[in-house]
């Protein structure tokens, strides 16, 4: 028999840290390497899906859609550390993302 994953914990932490967020900023919703491209200057993002939220919860998305599954955390936390935003948040959202792909999967 197969065993289900319930995601409630998790959709309760990401309403947690939604109504927690002390800002709310435009969000690029879908921060992956296929939407980057290096250009002269650096990287452009292209092809967005915007959205309002958390600015860690970009930072935690990014990470939590890099392999290997046990550098997540470790890279969550240096991204939110070069984007100046609270680490601790960045984890949990890395954390809620994994799920939701676990869930999906």
């Known amino acids: 028999m197969a065993s289900t994953v319930s995601a409630a914990p998790s959709r309760a ?4 840290l939604c109504t927690t967020a002390g800002q709310t900023v435009l969000l690029y919703g879908d921060f992956l390497d296929k939407n980057l491209l290096r250009s002269g200057a650096g990287y452009v ?22 392999p290997p599954a046990t550098t997540i955390l470790q890279r969550a936390g240096t991204v939110a550390g070069q984007m100046g935003l609270d680490r601790q948040r960045a984890l949990r959202w890395a954390a ?10």
């Not at 932490?13 to 947690?16: F, G, I, R, S």
């Not at 809620?96 to 869930?103: D, E």
């Open 96 to 105: 809620i993302w994994v799920v939701l792909q676990a869930s999906q999967a």
């Open 13 to 16: 932490a990401a309403l947690n």
């Open 45 to 66: 993002a292209i092809d967005p899906i915007p959205c309002i939220g958390d600015p860690c919860a970009d930072a935690g998305s990014f990470a939590a859609c890099h």
